[in-house]
């Protein structure tokens, strides 16, 4: 069967901090991998989603960056985060069949 | 944009009644998938329904593919406390990889 991991489960970081976030999926190939943030009590906001290896379509222009070094791992990154960077960050993946599964989530708090 | 609503944005219950809720678009969608979030958690799949017209049930959850394509439902029986959290209504967008989500309702059911 499929899982997804995300890590670290909740991270606090300064205002300027870089930020690294992972995601790795198991028990499936080639799998659409995506990004979203969700602030407290709001909907999901896709940010970033990727298609193979090394491909990368971002959604919303901001000071993040995804990369996908690995066909089952997909990476979110900053280099100086913002307090509006906080939020609850879902990695998620799809296959054919078009369903969607997504991670545990990364509670992250900028202060 | 395709956009996604959902109604009712929230509602409280009683433990034992059944909950029906929905979710529209302006444009057609060729699936319709429908989420459970629990507070501090990554959504989890609960229904996916595949064929206009399609009634599809995962214990006391039943959720149906609207005729026209543009809609779907959601219905919980005799609810229980656990069925408290957000439910989210998504689907694929024509042509591309990327998942539209509705705006969530939040259920809570008083015991």
């Known amino acids: 069967s499929q899982t997804i991991h995300q890590w670290p489960a909740t991270l606090v970081q300064p205002v300027g901090s870089p930020l690294s976030l992972e995601c790795t999926v198991e028990?499936?190939?080639?799998?659409?991998l995506y990004w979203y943030r969700q602030a407290a009590g709001r909907g999901l906001q896709l940010l970033f989603y990727?298609?193979?290896?090394?491909?990368i379509s971002s959604e919303v222009p901001q000071n993040l960056s995804a990369s996908r070094p690995q066909d089952r791992q997909f990476i979110l990154s900053s280099k100086k985060l913002l307090l509006s960077d906080s939020g609850f960050y879902l990695c998620?993946?799809?296959?054919?069949?078009?369903?969607?599964?997504f991670g545990p989530g990364t509670r992250l708090t900028v202060t | 944009g395709q956009q996604l609503n959902q109604s009712p944005q929230s509602m409280f219950i009683q433990e034992g009644e059944d909950v029906s809720m929905n979710c529209t678009s302006s444009?057609?969608?060729?699936?319709w998938l429908w989420y459970k979030q629990d507070p501090g958690e990554g959504p989890v799949l609960l229904i996916a329904?595949?064929?206009?017209?399609e009634l599809t049930s995962n214990g006391r959850l039943t959720a149906q593919f609207g005729i026209t394509r543009k809609d779907s439902f959601l219905n919980i029986s005799a609810s229980i406390p656990s069925d408290v959290g957000i439910y989210f209504c998504?689907?694929?967008?024509?042509?591309?990889?990327?998942?539209?989500f509705g705006t969530g309702t939040r259920l809570k059911v008083l015991a």
């Open positions: 998620a993946w799809s296959g054919d069949s078009y369903e969607q599964y």
């Open positions: 028990g499936t190939s080639n799998p659409n």
């Open positions: 990727s298609v193979g290896i090394g491909q």
């Open positions: 444009s057609i969608f060729n699936t």
């Open positions: 329904l595949y064929k206009a017209g």
């Open positions: 998504a689907g694929p967008t024509s042509g591309t990889y990327k998942y539209i």
